[in-house]
């Protein structure tokens, strides 16, 4: 493989490469970097904050909890539980940005915008969280069926409202639209025959599955051609039945994992690897073993999501935020705050992280990070909840983002790379004319300022 190849591998496979490791993976072959990938992937461990403040939420009945500590108690530590969803968030960002299983995080941050989900409930989000974890590379069929099963996900749908009385078809409608199989490929009867084997499927206060046998429909339902008394289970493996389930999710690992443009006799060459058993290892293996993924039509190609973009900056220049607030705020203004999607479709990518707006504040992103530029916070939009309140106490004064740079870590790389080096390193994509006029023309001091700098035009948000 050569150094753009690499390159390419580990943006997808997750968030950039250093000097130094790229350095170390040219001595090993094709077949055997990405076997170490896959192989690292397979030893992680969940992702845990501490909870033990909600002890309470867990192992006790909320009416049960209520009648002892009164509503308005109970309505603080609900409250709290809100809050604490924001250091789950915090811990997410701070694992991607530190894992040696980085391949099956950016397989988690990739099914979070599949099986889109929010939740206040800081124990069932964190539960949830870690089954797209546990399942990243695993069976897509227990995959579904787990998220079916999710009491996050019951919730967001509405499926603990579906009873055998007055069935709602939210979950059954979004399960087989956005998650499985795409709109148009099913009609308003097969919503509604599966909405009728969902009926029931409900969860206890410890986030474990239950199924109400009372309010469950065990009536014959006719799904997709098929007669029999279907629970959700069964309407699962029927979907995956139809090959435009495979189709549709290789479409969605297509875009994310190769180019936002797809080529469909690569979209069907991965369908078939997929449609034989639901297998997403082997699906990626399969692609990032593909000498068509390396091809240059592919590299630097795709416009870094936001948390792709502040990720990657910090895999070359280890950061810490001193106020977690600034990290959310930092999020909400490139447009994704992880587990809070903006709807059940969830983020569109690519090109719709870029506006107007959102380019300017993303190419000053490394100075504010790495260089304490100025940014004026008020001028930038509402913030929801405590946000407002927050930065309402600082309206009309320039503020900084503040952060601890661990520039010896840096130092260390790439203090022997030359300034080409460093270029290659940071910058995936062909740069345009200009960019390089302007590059050539710097005085260029030292590797620190000309990584800000390099971090700072336009073929930095690409990967």
Request: charged share 25%; net charge positive.
């Amino acid at each position: 493989m050569n150094f753009k190849q690499l390159q390419h591998l580990f943006w997808r496979a997750g968030f950039g490469v250093g000097y130094n490791q790229i350095s170390k993976l040219n001595l090993n072959s094709k077949k055997r970097i990405i076997s170490n990938l896959f192989k690292a992937a397979n030893s992680y461990k969940p992702l845990e904050i501490d909870l033990s403040e909600f002890t309470d939420l867990r192992e006790r009945p909320y009416k049960e909890l209520v009648d002892e500590i009164g509503k308005k108690e109970f309505k603080k530590l609900s409250k709290k539980s809100r809050r604490k969803v924001r250091d789950l968030n915090v811990a997410w960002i701070d694992r991607l940005s530190d894992s040696d299983s980085i391949l099956r995080e950016k397989m988690t941050l990739f099914w979070a915008n599949v099986f889109v989900c929010k939740d206040t409930n800081i124990w069932f989000i964190q539960q949830y969280n870690n089954v797209l974890r546990t399942h990243a590379l695993g069976d897509f069929k227990l995959f579904v069926k787990a998220i079916a099963r999710e009491p996050s996900m019951s919730k967001y749908l509405n499926n603990r409202q579906n009873t055998k009385r007055s069935p709602n078809e939210n979950f059954a409608r979004e399960l087989m639209e956005l998650f499985t199989l795409g709109a148009g490929n099913y009609t308003e009867k097969d919503i509604k025959e599966a909405a009728r084997a969902f009926t029931g499927w409900a969860f206890k206060y410890d986030g474990t599955f239950r199924l109400n046998k009372k309010k469950h429909d065990y009536g014959s339902k006719i799904f997709f051609g098929q007669k029999g008394n279907f629970d959700g289970n069964a309407i699962i493996d029927i979907i995956l039945e139809q090959k435009q389930c495979a189709k549709f999710i290789c479409d969605k690992v297509y875009r994310y994992f190769v180019n936002p443009l797809v080529c469909e006799k690569r979209l069907n060459e991965i369908t078939d690897i997929f449609y034989k058993d639901y297998n997403i290892e082997y699906l990626m293996r399969y692609i990032f073993n593909s000498d068509w993924f390396y091809e240059p039509k592919n590299i630097g190609v795709k416009i870094k999501s936001p948390i792709e973009l502040l990720t990657g900056i910090r895999q070359i220049v280890p950061l810490h935020f001193n106020e977690s607030k600034n990290l959310h705020y930092l999020q909400k203004m490139m447009g994704q705050i992880l587990l809070y999607p903006v709807n059940v479709s969830g983020w569109k990518g690519n090109t719709n992280w870029i506006d107007s707006n959102t380019l300017m504040f993303r190419l000053k992103l490394p100075s504010i990070l790495l260089n304490s530029a100025i940014i004026n916070l008020d001028e930038k939009g509402d913030i929801e909840g405590t946000f407002n309140a927050y930065y309402s106490r600082i309206k009309n004064r320039k503020q900084y983002i503040k952060t601890t740079i661990d520039w010896d870590a840096f130092e260390n790389e790439y203090q022997s790379s030359s300034p080409e080096q460093l270029k290659d390193i940071l910058i995936a994509s062909i740069i345009d004319p200009d960019t390089a006029t302007l590059l050539s023309n710097l005085d260029i001091k030292n590797n620190k300022d000309y990584c800000i700098q390099l971090m700072s035009i336009p073929e930095y948000q690409l990967c």
